[in-house]
């Protein structure tokens, strides 16, 4: 993903970030969201699956 495509994404304030292999699991503000470890360490997330964790995980 190039620099330019990245502006559109909203940067996250996570208090807990949870990694399992390359996914990753990001709690913002009590709502959790899943994404992708990228290789720079940063995590791009694709969407938000609401404050229950045991149902986000169940999304894995």
């Not at 559109?8 to 699991?25: G, M, Q, T």
């Not at 503000?29 to 995980?57: H, K, N, P, R």
């Amino acid at each position: 993903m190039e620099a330019s495509d990245r502006r559109d994404y909203e940067p996250l304030h996570p208090d807990v970030i949870l990694a399992f292999h390359d996914v990753c699991l990001v709690r913002d503000d009590g709502e959790w969201f899943m994404g992708q470890l990228d290789a720079d360490g940063s995590v791009t997330c694709w969407a938000s699956y609401g404050s229950d964790l045991a149902q986000v995980i169940r999304c894995l």
